[in-house]
């Protein structure tokens, strides 16, 4: 099955920008819906971003509309989530998830995914 791995995180100071990376590996099928979550510990995931399997048609989170953008690869199988003017509140465990289906009800409902990395740290310094 389908293993997706986060890289690229780490520590930046508010207003500065990082970009995370996925990559998936061991698809035996094709990945429709891709995504980003977050988490910080005692809060539930919240949704971030996702892009459609024709890498068409980005969706984000009121939070980040306008300063993250979303992107895929599927020559590469990466997607990738560029992260601009980052703020504090941004500090979270940054999750990628994919789709098995190409159909979708919600689009950033978690319940849309089957497969999960293990997370990337994002802290962002004041």
């Known amino acids: 099955q389908v293993q997706l791995v986060e890289s690229g995180g780490g520590t930046v100071q508010a207003g500065g920008s990082l970009r995370l990376t996925c990559a998936a590996s061991?698809?035996?099928?094709?990945?429709?819906?891709m995504g980003w979550f977050r988490q910080t510990p005692g809060k539930e995931r919240e949704f971030v971003a996702d892009?459609?399997?024709?890498?068409?048609?980005?969706y984000y989170a009121d939070s980040v509309k306008g300063r993250f953008t979303i992107s895929r690869d599927n020559a590469k199988d990466t997607v990738y989530l560029e992260m601009n003017s980052l703020k504090p509140d941004d500090t979270a465990v940054y999750y990628c998830?994919?789709?098995?289906?190409?159909?979708?009800?919600?689009?950033?409902?978690?319940?849309?995914?089957?497969?999960w990395g293990q997370g990337t740290q994002v802290t962002v310094s004041s």
């Open positions: 892009i459609l399997g024709n890498g068409r048609s980005a």
């Open positions: 061991g698809r035996t099928g094709p990945i429709y819906l």
């Open positions: 998830a994919g789709g098995s289906s190409p159909y979708y009800y919600t689009r950033g409902d978690s319940r849309e995914y089957t497969y």
